[in-house]
């Protein structure tokens, strides 16, 4: 029976869904986020067809751009992409708008009201608003607040906030932002965005475990003996240095994309596909994990900070050097760390996450390793008989791959591992969305359920709280190891699971 249909309550997501006239506001339009990833991503909508008529972006930042000036921008910005889709970018760009807001000024928050009501007339958008801070994690509260002073949050059906990672520095700081926020607006209308939730391959996992009969029974302790999560990059800190040198690796990607892939494989069974069910486990099992060593931290933690390396004709800086960064930083680019999650189903198996800037391989990828068979009836062709793994590839090359031992061929009995694949792009051949092109859509659609809650991102941040503050209070016990530009991090790093007989997987 199809439950869905008996509970008229309910949200039934399986479903394309149509976004209704709507009129996206973003905040630090000005920025880098603007146009890598905003405006790029609503394109594709639009080019997708799913964008409605009604439909207009009011850019804001302080600069005293005109609507003009901000099309050209955007324009420039998305050459190539342009070059391509003419007609449809003209189309489009006139749906641009810009207004020079200062966020903490009441002058021009009342300006833009008016401006938006302008546009509601002009572009029918009847008072449906997205607002998207993308703006310095500062200016949060402050924004949240002049909107809601001036009316603009007061509809939960029609106005809706997006807010942009870093929620908080710690535990503390996000409780108290989510006590701000949720002054301004309810927990519905409020949208806290990270956009590794937004890949399809994070998404399949939820499918992948819960679609399937074969996985479920054998996704536990019984079955399971670790599981790895990375997230490796090769791109240094770019120009970002002044908001990295104050956020590092824990904060920039554990904290949000890495924990919400421990989430989402290890949370339990929702009830029911709906945004509240669904966020309930995943708060449920972040509740349940900690750090392997709560009391010594720096036990179960490695950090690490690139230095020079690359080849000759490829030399890449240490970090240190880059832009705008500390010559005696402590910024770590590179985090590694051995976690528990203390229920039922995961009790004493190791979580080893990591991630890293200047690694040798951009690779984003959850590996589930089973337990050995009892008993070795044959000898294996590379020496020890390989353990089964469940690779889950996020990024690049997405999709999954399960390796199991077959018999060598020959004579003898000898076993070797393989591996059975499914590629996305070979399945599907689908162009892939880092994130933003679904969660923008989600967002203005008023779905939930790939959006952090408050409760996941305060647990979130507990997790992690021993090592803030060991960070904080005592940083020479954590120390930064270098690591050459283009390896793997620090060596540091594999002895954090060396001590359990085990290899970090070099994919
Ligand atoms: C961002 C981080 O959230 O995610 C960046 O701030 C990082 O430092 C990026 O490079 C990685 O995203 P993706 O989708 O390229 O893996």
Same mark, same amino acid.
């Given at each position: 029976?199809?439950?869905?249909?008996? $509970?008229?309550?309910?949200?039934?997501?399986?479903?394309?869904?149509?976004?209704?006239?709507?009129?996206?506001?973003?905040?630090?339009?000005?920025?880098?986020?603007?146009?890598?990833?905003?405006?790029?991503?609503?394109?594709?909508?639009?080019?997708?067809?799913?964008?409605?008529?009604?439909?207009?972006?009011?850019?804001?930042?302080?600069?005293?751009?005109? =609507?003009?000036?901000?099309?050209?921008?955007?324009?420039?910005? #998305?050459?190539?992409?342009?070059? *391509?889709?003419?007609?449809?970018?003209?189309?489009?760009?006139?749906?641009?708008?810009?207004?020079?807001?200062?966020?903490? +000024?009441?002058?021009? &928050?009342?300006?833009?009201? $008016?401006?938006?009501?302008?546009?509601?007339? #002009?572009?029918?958008?009847?008072?449906?608003?997205?607002?998207?801070?993308? &703006?310095?994690?500062?200016?949060?509260?402050?924004?949240?607040?002049?909107?809601?002073?001036? %009316?603009?949050? *007061?509809?939960?059906?029609?106005?809706?906030?997006?807010?942009?990672?870093?929620? %908080?520095?710690?535990?503390?700081?996000?409780?108290?932002? =989510?006590?701000?926020?949720?002054?301004?607006?309810?927990? $519905?209308?409020?949208?806290?965005?990270?956009?590794?939730? %937004?890949?399809?391959?994070? /998404?399949?996992?939820?499918?992948?475990?819960?679609?399937? +009969?074969?996985?479920?029974?054998?996704?536990?302790?019984?079955?399971?003996?670790?599981?790895?999560?990375?997230?490796?990059?090769?791109?240094?800190?770019?120009?970002?240095?002044?908001?990295?040198?104050?956020?590092?690796?824990?904060?920039?990607?554990?904290?949000?994309?890495?924990?919400?892939?421990?989430?989402?494989?290890?949370?339990?069974?929702?009830?029911?596909?709906?945004?509240?069910?669904?966020?309930?486990?995943?708060?449920?099992?972040?509740?349940?994990?900690?750090?392997?060593?709560?009391?010594?931290?720096?036990?179960?933690?490695?950090?690490?900070?690139?230095?020079?390396?690359?080849?000759?004709?490829?030399?890449?800086?240490?970090?240190?050097?880059?832009?705008?960064?500390?010559?005696?930083?402590?910024?770590?680019?590179?985090?590694?760390?051995?976690?528990?999650?203390?229920?039922?189903?995961?009790?004493?198996?190791?979580?080893?996450?990591?991630?890293?800037?200047?690694?040798?391989?951009?690779? !984003?990828?959850?590996?589930?390793?089973?337990?050995?068979?009892?008993?070795?009836?044959?000898?294996?062709? %590379?020496?020890?008989?390989?353990?089964?793994?469940?690779? #889950? *590839?996020? /990024?690049? $090359?997405?999709?999954?791959?399960?390796?199991?031992?077959?018999?060598?061929?020959? +004579?003898?009995?000898?076993?070797?591992? &393989?591996? @059975?694949?499914?590629?996305?792009?070979?399945?599907?051949?689908?162009?892939?969305?880092?994130?933003? &092109?679904?969660?923008?859509?989600?967002? @203005?659609?008023?779905?939930?359920?790939?959006?952090?809650?408050?409760?996941?991102?305060?647990?979130?941040?507990?997790?992690?709280?021993?090592?803030?503050?060991?960070?904080?209070? +005592?940083?020479?016990?954590?120390?930064?190891?270098?690591?050459?530009?283009?390896?793997?991090?620090?060596?540091?790093?594999? !002895?954090?699971?060396?001590?359990? /007989?085990?290899?970090?997987?070099?994919?």
């Amino acid at each position: 029976m199809d439950i869905s249909a008996t $509970n008229p309550l309910r949200v039934d997501l399986r479903q394309e869904r149509v976004i209704t006239p709507q009129c996206l506001v973003i905040f630090g339009a000005s920025g880098d986020l603007t146009h890598r990833k905003l405006i790029p991503a609503l394109f594709e909508l639009f080019k997708q067809r799913r964008l409605p008529s009604e439909f207009a972006v009011v850019g804001c930042a302080r600069r005293s751009w005109s =609507n003009d000036e901000f099309r050209q921008r955007m324009t420039a910005a #998305l050459s190539k992409e342009v070059e *391509r889709n003419k007609t449809d970018w003209e189309k489009f760009s006139k749906n641009l708008f810009y207004e020079s807001v200062d966020i903490e +000024s009441q002058e021009d &928050v009342i300006k833009l009201k $008016n401006k938006l009501e302008e546009i509601d007339k #002009l572009m029918s958008t009847h008072g449906n608003r997205t607002f998207y801070l993308s &703006v310095s994690p500062k200016f949060y509260s402050t924004a949240c607040q002049s909107l809601a002073q001036n %009316g603009l949050l *007061r509809d939960p059906k029609r106005n809706r906030i997006v807010i942009e990672k870093p929620f %908080g520095r710690d535990f503390s700081s996000a409780q108290q932002l =989510n006590k701000i926020v949720q002054s301004c607006a309810l927990e $519905n209308q409020i949208f806290r965005i990270d956009h590794y939730l %937004g890949k399809e391959t994070v /998404q399949n996992i939820l499918v992948l475990r819960f679609a399937n +009969s074969i996985f479920e029974p054998i996704w536990n302790r019984n079955y399971i003996s670790s599981v790895q999560i990375t997230s490796a990059e090769t791109v240094g800190v770019e120009d970002r240095a002044g908001y990295y040198e104050s956020s590092g690796a824990l904060r920039d990607m554990v904290q949000n994309h890495l924990t919400q892939m421990l989430a989402i494989t290890a949370m339990e069974p929702p009830g029911h596909f709906d945004p509240e069910a669904i966020r309930n486990e995943k708060a449920k099992v972040l509740q349940a994990a900690s750090l392997a060593n709560e009391l010594e931290p720096w036990k179960c933690c490695v950090r690490g900070q690139y230095s020079e390396g690359g080849s000759k004709t490829n030399k890449i800086i240490g970090y240190r050097n880059e832009p705008g960064v500390n010559a005696n930083s402590t910024t770590e680019t590179y985090v590694a760390m051995k976690l528990f999650i203390n229920n039922w189903r995961w009790q004493g198996v190791p979580f080893y996450v990591r991630t890293g800037k200047r690694l040798a391989k951009r690779i !984003s990828e959850i590996v589930l390793t089973f337990r050995e068979a009892p008993v070795h009836l044959f000898d294996a062709a %590379g020496g020890t008989p390989t353990p089964n793994q469940l690779i #889950l *590839r996020i /990024q690049p $090359n997405e999709g999954a791959e399960f390796r199991f031992e077959v018999k060598s061929p020959g +004579s003898g009995m000898r076993s070797r591992p &393989v591996e @059975m694949e499914f590629s996305y792009d070979e399945s599907f051949g689908e162009p892939f969305d880092d994130g933003y &092109v679904r969660l923008l859509a989600d967002a @203005m659609l008023g779905d939930t359920t790939l959006f952090t809650r408050s409760d996941e991102v305060e647990a979130a941040w507990k997790l992690y709280t021993p090592l803030l503050e060991l960070i904080e209070d +005592s940083p020479w016990q954590l120390p930064i190891y270098q690591y050459e530009a283009r390896t793997w991090g620090p060596s540091e790093a594999d !002895s954090l699971l060396a001590q359990d /007989q085990l290899l970090w997987r070099r994919p």
